[in-house]
């Protein structure tokens, strides 16, 4: 069968029966991936903001707490009564100021604290409260975030260990730090996620375990300020 006439002698003429190609700009043929030579360029991903890493480190935090340690279980009848009287008055609480910071207003980070409380809730065992809350400024490099839980610990020691290790969170420098007129453990240690340096310390007694995360600092730093923090947090009646 004979080809019809070029109707326009200035362009190229195709092969019969094949479909012309697509004009600079235009869609590409059937079964063309997207994005490939002739499509409109695909946009650039969103650039992750600081409060959205700052979610993200709450969530590893929470899973330290709640993996890690904080399988918090009823005493032995064997163990000390006075110690299970001083546990079971033990409560914790989520200040309005902690250390002068006032709680974060963020709607993502207000978002990811009320997960964590409730992961905290379903997770930890026999609590008898629970505490979360950002303080501070992001946009200064001042934050700090808390995640406690009370209840009657059998082993403290054991607690710290939990949390300390066997997480996805990276722990150097671990150390044995006072633990203030509260008793019980407590460490300190450097960490990172999310490319943000971390400051970590942590208690645990027989009434009650706590982590406080100091963001865009180091565990010296946060044991400088931590049994202030930790003395606004757990309350003894």
């Known amino acids: 069968m004979s080809q019809p006439d070029n109707p326009y002698p200035n362009q190229p003429q195709q092969p019969y029966g094949e479909q012309p190609a697509p004009q600079q700009g235009g869609y590409p043929p059937a079964g063309q991936p997207y994005g490939a030579p002739g499509a409109a360029p695909l946009p650039p991903a969103p650039k ?72 905290m809730k379903s997770t930890v065992q026999n609590e008898t409260s629970t505490a979360g809350a950002v303080y501070g400024d992001p946009a200064k490099k001042d934050l700090v975030m808390i995640a406690a839980a009370s209840g009657l610990l059998t082993d403290p020691k054991k607690e710290l260990d939990d949390a300390f290790s066997g997480n996805e969170l990276p722990m150097s420098n671990v150390a044995a730090v006072d633990p203030g007129p509260l008793g019980g453990e407590a460490r300190c240690a450097d960490s990172e996620s999310e490319g943000t340096k971390l400051g970590i310390c942590a208690w645990a007694d027989k009434g009650s375990v706590g982590m406080i995360v100091m963001y865009f600092k180091t565990g010296a730093q946060a044991k400088a300020e931590f049994v202030t923090m930790r003395g606004q947090i757990e309350q003894r009646s």
Not at 69 to 97: C, H, L, M, Q, Y
């Open 48 to 119: 992750k903001s600081k409060t959205g890493k700052i979610v993200l480190i709450v969530l590893a935090v929470v899973l330290v707490l709640c993996c890690g340690g904080g399988a918090i279980a009823w005493f032995a009848v064997k163990d000390d009564v006075s110690d299970a009287v001083e546990a079971t008055n033990t409560r914790v609480t989520a200040p309005a100021t902690l250390a002068g910071r006032p709680k974060a207003t963020q709607p993502e980070l207000q978002a990811a604290v009320q997960g964590m409380i409730a992961e």
